[in-house]
């Protein structure tokens, strides 16, 4: 049983640039949230897709934009990068939402530097 | 809103002694609370959870953690640490409402010296 699988696990950009970055969730799973996790500091929700719309943000500009597939699979989009947008991001999943949503499982992430 | 404190950056402990890692949160209605672990250039591992019941929730590797609701804490304890258990923890927290985003702290690095 595959796990949260993201893709791909390292990537380079140029500031201003336009990159997509994928995530399969846990085999079962329907709800795909989405991480970003600067140096040294702890994740930060960015957003999350039930039955492919987008549920809930947090606090990210609208150049974070994200999609979710019939099969449960998402894709984060982030448009005219920045310096700053340089991060881990963290794919998690887990089945439904409210109060059956109590666990969330992680993927390995996607290294995201922008030069 | 939701919250989560973890007034410790590091925490040094020597091989075989027990460890605490503290965590605080605040959090409307009833909390779901969180430990992972995360291990360089890692994802994050999800090692215990509290979601009702149990005072005392045993998790992953020989690690616990204790709900205290009077004093909104979640510290995460091991009564013999591992040098292996050197990596970075994350206490996190969401409500119990309808909205399942989950809220993390700014980690604890936790060192364990042979």
């Known amino acids: 049983d595959a796990g949260v699988t993201q893709s791909p696990t390292h990537l380079i950009k140029t500031r201003g640039q336009q990159v997509t970055l994928r995530c399969s969730p846990k085999?079962?799973?329907?709800?795909v949230s989405w991480y970003q996790q600067a140096l040294g500091q702890g994740p930060q929700f960015i957003f999350q897709?039930?039955?492919?719309?987008?549920?809930q943000r947090g606090n990210f500009p609208d150049r974070f934009s994200g999609h979710q597939f019939p099969n449960y699979s998402s894709e984060l989009n982030v448009n005219a990068l920045l310096l700053g947008d340089s991060a881990l991001y963290l794919c998690?999943?887990?089945?439904?939402?409210?109060?059956?949503?109590?666990?969330?499982?992680f993927g390995q992430g996607t290294r995201l530097t922008v030069v | 809103a939701q919250s989560v404190a973890q007034p410790e950056d590091q925490v040094n402990v020597a091989e075989g002694n027990p460890l605490t890692v503290k965590c605080t949160y605040s959090?409307?209605?009833?909390?779901?609370l969180f430990w992972y672990v995360q291990y360089p250039n890692r994802g994050l591992q999800f090692l215990l959870k509290?979601?009702?019941?149990?005072?005392l929730v045993k998790g992953s590797y020989g690690f616990e953690a204790e709900f205290n609701k009077s004093q909104t804490s979640f510290h995460l304890k091991k009564p013999s640490a591992l040098v292996s258990d050197s990596a970075l923890y994350f206490c996190?927290?969401?409500?119990?409402?309808?909205?399942?985003?989950?809220?993390f702290g700014s980690g604890t690095r936790l060192s364990i010296r042979p």
């Open positions: 897709y039930y039955e492919e719309e987008e549920r």
């Open positions: 998690a999943s887990s089945l439904g939402l409210g109060l059956s949503n109590t666990e969330a499982f």
């Open positions: 085999s079962g799973h329907d709800t």
């Open positions: 996190a927290v969401r409500d119990g409402g309808s909205a399942s985003k989950i809220i």
């Open positions: 959090v409307s209605g009833n909390p779901y």
């Open positions: 509290y979601i009702t019941g149990d005072n």
